[in-house]
C-alpha cells in the first residue's frame, strides 16, 4: 500500500526506457534500415533457397493477434507472397550486393505456434540480424541450432510479456561469437533459464557484445567476472535473474557501460564504487542487497537520468555531489538508511520527474516550498522519515507558484500541523496522495474532491474533524483505495439518493475505522471490485446479510465494534479472505463450525474478546494457510482439536480466557512453524509433558499459566525449546514474509498481540519489544509441583520467565544465571528453599525480580541489579536477610562482630548508623581506607562500602 504508486511509476519507467532501447537497437544496430525495400538499396533479386526457406518458415505459424503484446503488431508475413522478390517482403533484408538475406525482422508479428528445431530459418546462414520478438512460440525450446548462424551480430527473442520459449537457453548460443545484442527478455516470470556455464562461454566468446539483455530469465548463480571482460558493453539488464553472490564491481568500470539495471535480483550483494564510466545513463539496483554508502564521486556521472536503489540496504548521508547531475530524471532512494539532511543542491535538478527518498532516517525542517523549484516533478516521496515539513504561506503557494504536475505524493509521518494543506487542490493531476500519520486538523476540503484523478487517498490518522459527505467522494470516480480511518473524528454521512453514482466506484480498498459508523457503510453494497475493507473502532451492532456476497474480499477488518448476535455461517461464502478479524465485539453463538475449512487462503483468522460459546470448529482442511487463530477470551469449551494439526503453517495460537478442559496439547509440536501458544486462564490439566519424544522447535512464546497443570515439569518439555536455545542470542525469531507483511499492513504487532496475555507479565513486556525479539515462558498460577529442572538455564534467549504461584520445592537453579537475556523472573509463591544463588547477579538485563512467599535463606545478594530490587521482591521469606529486609544479614563468616540481645530490628538500625561514620571517615581517607574498614562490617555495610566505590 504504503509505495503502491512508486512501484508503479517504476515500472513504467523501465517500460518506457526498454522500449526507448529496442527502437535504438532496431534503427542503430541493424546494418541496413527499414529503407531497403525501396529497389535502388539492392541490385540482386532474392535467392531462390532463401525465399523458400522463409516460405516454409511463415508457413509452420498461424496469425493470431493475441501472439503479440504490442497493441501496434501487425502481421508482417502477409506481405511474403510466393514468386516475389523477397528482398521486398516486409521485415527482411538482402545484402546490397550479394542479394543474400542478411537480416529478419518479424518483431510483433502475431506469430503463434511451436519453433521446429530443424526451421528452415537455420538455413539462412547469412543472417546477421534475427529479431523474433513478440511473438507466442508456444513454449516451445530455443533451437540448439540457432548457433550455427555464426554471422549473427543481433538476436532479439524477448517479449513485451511473458517470453514464450521456455526451458534451457541452448549452450549453442556461446558460439555466435560475433553477437553485438543479445535479448532474451520478457516482464514477468518465465521457465526460461540460462545455466551460468553458458553465460560465462558466452562472455568468453562473444568478447563485442554492446547490449546483453536477460530481464527474467532465471541465471540463479552469481555473475561470471569475465562479463568484466566485455569493454564494448553498453546495456547490462539483468532485471529479477535470481542472481546472488557478489557482484563483480570491475563491470561499473567498463567504459561505455550506460544501463546497468540488476533489479530484483534479492540476495546480490554488491557496492557502489568509487565512479568511472561518465556514460552511465541508467542505474537500478533497486530490490537488492547493494550496500554501504554512495561515493562523493557519484556526482562524476553526468549523464545520469535514472538512479534506482530502491530497498537496498545502503547508509550514509545524501551526497550533495548528486546536484551535479544535472540529467537525473528519476532519483530513487526509498526503504534504505540514509541519515541526515536532503542535500540543497537536489532542489537545482531542473530535470527531476521522481524524488522518492521515502522509509528513511532523514532529517531537518524543510518547506514544501523548496520542492516547487523542480517544475517537472511528477512523484515525491518523502513519508516516513524524521522530517518536518511546513509550508510558508499558504496563500503565497496557491497564487505566486506554480505547483509542478505531481501525480504521487507522498507526505506521511512528516510532521506536518495545522489546516488541511489546501494548495494540495491545485495539484490537478494528482493520482496518489499519502498524508497519514500527520497533524492534520479542521475539516477535509471539499476542493479535495474535486481532484478526479484520485485513485488512492490516505488521510489515516490525523486529527481531521467534520463531516464527509458520500456525495462528494462519489465524485472520484477512480478512486480505487480510500483511507480516512485511524483516529481522525470525522463523520462519514450516508445519502440513499446517492447509490446510483456511487455504483460506478472502483474502490476495492475502504478503511474507514474510527469514523463514528453507527451503521454497517450501506454504499458497500455497491462496490463491485471490493478487496479490502477495514471498518474497526467504530460501533456498528449488524452485519448486513448481502456482505457474504461480496466473494472478492480478502480482508475484512470488523475489530472493536458493537456487533452483537451470532456470526451467520453465510461467512463461509468469503471464500477469497485472507485476513478475517471480528475481535472485541458482542458477538455470541457457536463459531459456525465452516470457520476451519471454507477456505484455503485464510491465514488470520481473530475472534477474540466476544461471547462465543461451544467447541470451536473440528475441521481444517488440509493445505490450509492460516498462520494465526485467535479465539481468546470467550467463552468456549472442550477439548482442542486434534484436527488444529493440520494447520502446517500455523505461527500463534491463542485460545486464552475461555473454558477450555484439556490435557497439555504436546501433539501441537508438530506444527512446524508453531512459535506462539497461549492456554492461559483455562482449565488446562495434568502434566506438561509429551508422552514420547518432544520438539516444539520454533516455539518463542508459551503462556500456560492460570491452568490446573500438575505433577513435575519434564526436563524433556524444557529441553525441546530449541528457538530459546540458540547459541546465536542476537538472530531474530523468523517469521514468515507474510507474517511481516500482515503485520505492516495491519498493525503494529506488539498492539496487535496486545489483547493476547491481558495483563499478563508478557504483555507488560510486549509493549517494549516487537514480537520477534520476546522469548517467555509463563507458568505462573498452576499446581506444577518438583523441582524447578537445571535445563532451564540453558534458554539462554529468554526475556520473561514466570513460575510464580505454583508448589516448586528445591531450591533455585543456579543455572538460571546463564539466561543472559531475562528481564523479568517470578518464582513468587511456591516453597522454593536454601539460597538466593549468586550467580543471578550475572543477569545484567533484569528489571523484574520476583521470590516472595517461598522458604528462601540466607544472604540477598547485593551485586549489580539486585541493589534496586525492594523488600517485596523478598518478603515472606523467614530465612532471608538483606538491606531491603528489615532483617540484616549478621554474615557469620567475614563477620567477627559480637552478637546482641534483644531487638534485633533496632539493633540494625544503631549498627548501621554506627558504622556510617566509620565509612565516611574511610572514604575520606582514601579507597584502601575504605576497604581495609570494610571486612570487618556487617555484610549490609559492607555492600554499602562496595557501592560508595
Ligand atoms: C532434425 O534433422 C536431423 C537431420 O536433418 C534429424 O536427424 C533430426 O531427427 C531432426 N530433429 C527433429 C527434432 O526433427
Ligand atoms: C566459441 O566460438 C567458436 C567459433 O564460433 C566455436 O567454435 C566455439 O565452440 C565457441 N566456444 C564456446 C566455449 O562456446
Ligand atoms: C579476460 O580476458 C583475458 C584475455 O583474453 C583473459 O586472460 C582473462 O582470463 C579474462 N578475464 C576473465 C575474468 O575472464
Ligand atoms: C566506446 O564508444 C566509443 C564511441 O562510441 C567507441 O569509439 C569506442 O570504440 C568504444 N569502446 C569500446 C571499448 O568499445
Ligand atoms: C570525480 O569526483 C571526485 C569527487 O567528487 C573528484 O575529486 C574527481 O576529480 C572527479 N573525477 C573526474 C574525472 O571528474
Known amino acids: ?66 501472439a503479440s503484446y504490442n497493441p501496434f503488431s501487425y502481421p508482417k508475413t502477409l506481405s511474403w507472397i510466393p514468386s516475389t522478390d523477397c528482398c521486398n517482403w516486409d521485415g527482411i533484408q538482402c545484402h546490397e550486393l550479394t542479394g543474400h538475406v542478411i537480416g529478419v525482422d518479424l518483431a510483433s508479428s502475431q506469430l503463434y505456434g511451436s519453433m521446429d528445431p530443424n526451421s ?49 537457453v541452448p549452450p549453442q548460443l556461446s558460439h555466435l561469437s560475433n553477437l553485438l ?63 546472488y553472490g557478489e557482484f563483480p564491481i570491475g563491470i561499473f568500470h567498463l567504459p561505455n557501460l550506460t544501463v546497468l539495471d540488476l533489479g530484483s535480483n534479492q540476495y546480490l550483494r554488491g557496492i557502489m564504487p568509487e565512479f568511472l564510466s561518465r556514460k552511465l545513463v541508467v542505474i537500478n539496483l533497486a530490490s537488492t542487497s547493494f550496500y554501504g554508502t554512495l561515493p562523493t564521486s557519484i556526482g562524476n556521472l553526468t549523464s545520469l537520468s535514472l538512479f534506482n536503489i530502491e530497498s537496498c540496504s545502503f547508509n550514509g548521508t545524501i551526497p550533495s555531489s548528486l546536484g551535479n547531475l544535472t540529467q537525473l530524471v528519476g532519483l530513487k532512494l526509498t526503504q534504505n538508511s540514509f541519515y541526515g539532511e536532503i542535500p540543497s543542491s537536489l532542489f537545482e535538478l531542473k530535470n527531476l520527474e521522481d524524488l522518492s527518498l521515502s522509509g528513511n532516517f532523514i532529517e531537518g525542517k524543510v518547506a514544501l516550498e523548496m520542492f516547487w523549484k523542480l517544475k517537472m516533478l511528477n512523484v515525491l516521496e518523502l513519508s516516513n522519515n524524521k522530517l518536518s515539513l511546513f509550508s510558508k504561506e499558504e496563500s503565497a503557494v496557491n497564487n505566486q507558484t506554480t505547483l509542478p504536475p505531481i501525480h504521487c505524493l507522498g507526505l506521511s509521518s512528516c510532521n506536518l500541523t495545522g489546516e488541511f494543506p489546501t494548495w494540495i487542490t491545485n495539484l490537478t493531476s494528482l493520482s496518489h496522495l499519502y498524508l497519514s500519520g500527520n497533524y492534520l486538523q479542521g475539516e477535509i476540503p471539499s ?20 463531516q464527509v459527505e458520500l456525495d462528494m467522494l462519489s465524485k472520484l470516480k477512480k478512486l480505487t483505495n480510500l483511507n480516512l480511518g485511524g483516529g481522525n473524528k470525522l463523520t462519514f454521512l450516508e445519502e440513499k439518493n446517492t447509490w446510483n453514482i456511487i455504483i460506478l466506484s472502483q474502490i476495492q480498498y475502504l478503511d474507514l475505522s474510527s469514523c463514528n459508523l453507527v451503521h454497517f457503510p450501506n454504499f458497500v453494497q455497491h462496490l463491485q471490485q471490493m478487496t479490502d475493507l477495514h471498518l474497526q473502532d467504530n460501533n456498528i451492532r449488524t452485519i448486513p446479510d448481502w456482505l457474504w456476497s461480496k466473494t472478492t474480499l480478502q480482508s475484512l477488518v470488523i475489530s ?75 467463552r468456549l469449551h472442550g477439548p ?189 509463591f511456591n516453597s522454593l528453599s536454601g539460597n538466593i544463588p549468586q550467580q543471578l547477579t550475572e543477569l545484567t538485563f533484569l528489571d523484574f525480580f520476583n521470590v516472595s512467599f517461598n522458604n528462601l535463606s540466607g544472604p540477598i545478594p547485593e551485586d549489580r541489579q539486585f541493589s534496586t530490587f525492594e523488600d517485596n521482591s ?51 581517607g582514601g579507597l584502601v581506607a575504605g576497604l581495609a574498614l570494610g571486612n570487618a562490617f556487617s555484610g549490609d555495610v559492607f555492600i554499602l562500602l562496595k557501592r560508595l566505590f
Request: charged content about 15%; aromatic content about 10%; hydrophobic content about 35%.
Open 447 to 466: 476542493s479535495l474532491f474535486m481532484l478526479e484523478n484520485l485513485t488512492l487517498l490516505d488521510l489515516s490518522h490525523n486529527w481531521l474533524e467534520g
Open 1 to 66: 500500500m504504503r509505495f503502491l504508486c512508486s512501484f508503479a511509476f517504476s515500472i513504467q519507467f523501465l517500460l518506457l526506457f526498454s522500449s526507448l532501447f529496442s527502437t535504438t537497437l532496431l534503427t542503430n544496430c541493424l546494418p541496413l534500415n527499414h529503407s531497403t525495400t525501396t529497389h535502388h538499396h539492392h541490385y540482386h533479386e532474392c535467392h531462390e533457397h532463401e525465399s523458400y526457406a522463409l516460405l516454409r518458415f511463415k508457413e509452420s505459424f498461424v496469425i493470431r493477434k493475441s
Open 120 to 168: 528452415t530459418l537455420f538455413s539462412l546462414v547469412h543472417l546477421q540480424s534475427l529479431n523474433l520478438s513478440d511473438n507466442h512460440f508456444n513454449h516451445s525450446q530455443i533451437p540448439a541450432k540457432i548457433g550455427e548462424l555464426s554471422h549473427l551480430r543481433h538476436l532479439n527473442l524477448s517479449h513485451g510479456n511473458e517470453n514464450t520459449f521456455s526451458g534451457e
Open 874 to 924: 523478598f518478603e515472606g521469606n523467614k530465612g532471608l536477610c538483606g538491606i531491603q529486609l528489615v532483617k540484616k544479614c549478621e554474615d557469620n563468616s567475614k563477620l567477627p562482630l559480637p552478637t546482641h540481645d534483644g531487638d534485633q530490628e533496632s539493633e540494625s538500625g544503631s549498627l548501621f548508623e554506627l558504622y556510617w561514620i566509620v565509612i565516611v571517615i574511610g572514604y575520606g
Open 560 to 634: 472493536n465494534n458493537s456487533l452483537m448476535g451470532e456470526i451467520s455461517p453465510s461467512i463461509c461464502n468469503l471464500h477469497s479472505l485472507v485476513l478475517l478479524d471480528l475481535t472485541s465485539n458482542n458477538l455470541v453463538g457457536m463459531i459456525p463450525s465452516c470457520l476451519g475449512s471454507f477456505s484455503r487462503s485464510l491465514q488470520f483468522l481473530r475472534l477474540g474478546r466476544n461471547k462465543l460459546s461451544g467447541n470451536i470448529p473440528q475441521t481444517y482442511v488440509k493445505g490450509n494457510s492460516l498462520q494465526l487463530i485467535d479465539f481468546g477470551s470467550n
Open 640 to 828: 482442542l482439536p486434534r484436527q488444529l494439526i493440520n494447520c502446517r503453517m500455523l505461527e500463534i495460537l491463542d485460545v486464552s480466557f475461555n473454558h477450555f478442559n484439556d490435557s497439555f496439547p504436546f501433539w501441537l509440536q508438530s506444527l512446524p512453524q508453531l512459535k506462539v501458544i497461549s492456554l492461559r486462564n483455562n482449565k488446562f490439566h495434568g502434566p506438561i509433558m509429551c508422552p514420547s519424544t518432544c520438539s516444539f522447535l520454533k516455539l518463542h512464546i508459551i503462556d500456560l499459566s492460570h491452568n490446573d497443570f500438575s505433577g513435575n515439569l519434564s526436563s524433556e518439555v524444557i529441553k525441546s525449546f530449541r528457538s530459546m536455545t540458540l547459541s546465536s542470542p542476537s538472530d531474530p525469531v523468523q517469521f514468515t514474509d507474510d507474517f511481516y507483511h500482515f503485520q505492516q499492513s495491519y498493525v503494529d504487532i506488539s498492539l496487535f498481540l496486545f489483547p493476547m496475555f491481558n495483563k499478563g507479565v508478557i504483555m507488560d513486556y510486549l509493549g517494549r519489544q516487537y514480537l520477534h525479539q520476546m522469548v517467555a515462558i509463563d507458568l505462573s498460577c498452576n499446581k506444577i509441583s518438583g523441582e524447578i529442572p537445571d535445563i532451564m538455564g540453558s534458554l539462554n534467549r529468554l526475556v520473561v520467565l514466570n513460575l510464580s504461584n505454583n508448589m516448586f520445592t528445591g531450591t533455585i537453579p543456579s543455572s538460571l544465571g546463564k539466561i543472559s537475556n531475562l528481564e523479568v523472573l517470578d518464582l513468587s
Open 181 to 243: 545484442s543479445l535479448d532474451l527478455s520478457s516482464y514477468t516470470n518465465q521457465p526460461l533459464y540460462l545455466k551460468s556455464s553458458t553465460l560465462t562461454s558466452i562472455t568468453q566468446n562473444s568478447t563485442r557484445l554492446q547490449h546483453i539483455l536477460l530481464d527474467f530469465v532465471s541465471i540463479s548463480s552469481s555473475l561470471p567476472h569475465s562479463l568484466t571482460n566485455l569493454t564494448s558493453l553498453q546495456t547490462l539488464s539483468f532485471y529479477n535473474c535470481e542472481l
